[in-house]
């Protein structure tokens, strides 16, 4: 007789955004009950996890060529609203649960999953955790995520804060989970490509000042004028009119309109993976692009044009070797990064990075495994801790004070008709018009 199948375990990933959508879905497959998986399966392979994303509705929903960016296959794909998922997840049986989410989201569907799943033993262990670097809002952002079954941090530097957060709140700390960023990956660098290729990893909202970016892209158009035997790429997370994570007013396919450009300087999208697989030179403010590309032990450079400063999140990389101006870089300059940095950052150049997720997967087997189930979801923040401030985050997401929806709530139970639909496009045209046109308009009238 042939050998039996295992049963493939049920995951679900909730996300708002295309970048906490990647991290989110990678996160499963590396996560996912049973051996170590070091890359997603490929469309059609009956291996993994069974995989089924759930689309939070915002204004950052990824749009279909953003999740064809990404990459990551999905057994199943729907945009929904915080209180059609509580439903679904009340109907239909997970091992694992992502929450792929800002901390105010997550803590919404901790109190709403915590009620919908009242008096039951039998429920998914919730993985919650942050799609990069963490270098603002941290303990803000940490107790917002306190509740789910594992925590996620994607470094030992990390994983010490966060329990140092915890601990200092009196909040249990037995959550945090070390592992690693999940899309590290790729081969590694062996040496110059031709042409030699620099490639600048732009960021939505890093720096925000027209005149902070206007100067980082002359600074990449005089390196490309300089070096005509280069190609030099301006790697862009969005097209105008799409948003991700983090909102961009200002885009550099904007800015760049009023420049002329040589012919080796151009304009790239696309996975940020197969971007490094042809990159000599990565060069970025602060991105989570500069983790990939140490991993791969790409010659890497933090600016330092704007200051170091927790503004611009290159602080985080003080101590990395990895800071250096563009003057430094056009005479020559080439970094090498701290060792001993890189080690406590995840970013596992060393080949430890098959093992980075084993401590994870073995929680959530534990916990799976667990004798009489899993214990009800508990968040630091309830009415009595935050009787100020949860209440206001969870009628963000229509929800009450004691996580049950609020009447009214958006339900979605069906697919919107065709008025709805148009009228959604509108207020989502309207609102990015708002933030790209109006709002810089009004910030400038303000500094007269």
Known sequence: MPASTPKRPRIAVLADSDTRWKWGALTAHRIAPGPSMETAPREGAQVGPVLDGFLLRGRATPTPRQL?????????????????????????????????????????????????????????????????????????????????????????????RFRAVYEGVGADASAVTEVALPFLGGASYEGEHDPYTVVFAAQPSVPESRKDRTYLLDRLVQHARRHPEREVLLKLR????????????????????RLDPPANFRLVYGNMGEVLDRTDLLVTVSSTAALESLHRRIPTVVLTDLGVR???????????????????????????????WVSRQGVAADGSYESAFDAARGR??????????LP???????PVTAPGYLPGILARHHLGPDGTPLPGAPAADREPGPVRQI????????????????APVIRRMGEL
């Open 238 to 257: 969005s097209k105008p009119g799409e948003h991700t994570t983090h909102i961009e007013e200002l885009p550099y396919q904007k800015l760049v309109q």
């Open 310 to 340: 927790e503004s611009l999140g290159n602080h985080h990389f003080v101590g990395s070797g990895c800071l250096a101006s563009w003057d430094q870089l056009d005479a020559g300059h080439r970094p090498a990064p701290d060792e001993e």
């Open 364 to 373: 959530i087997a534990e916990l799976l495994g667990r004798p009489g189930g």
């Open 423 to 438: 009228v959604r496009r509108a207020a989502r045209g309207a609102y990015r018009h708002g933030v790209q046109r109006v």
């Open 376 to 382: 009800p979801l508990t968040p630091y923040y309830t």
């Open 68 to 160: 064809r960016e990404v990459g990551v296959r999905a057994d199943s794909l729907r945009e929904v609203t915080a209180v059609e998922f509580l439903r679904v997840m009340t109907e239909e049986s997970y091992d694992v649960l992502v929450l792929s989410l800002v901390g105010g989201g997550v803590q919404a569907m901790l109190h709403g999953l915590g009620r919908a799943w009242e008096g039951r033993t039998s429920r998914p262990v919730v993985v919650t955790g942050y799609v990069g670097v963490v270098y603002e809002k941290l303990a803000d952002g940490l107790l917002l995520r306190h509740g789910a079954d594992l925590v996620l941090a994607n470094s030992r530097q990390d994983a010490d």
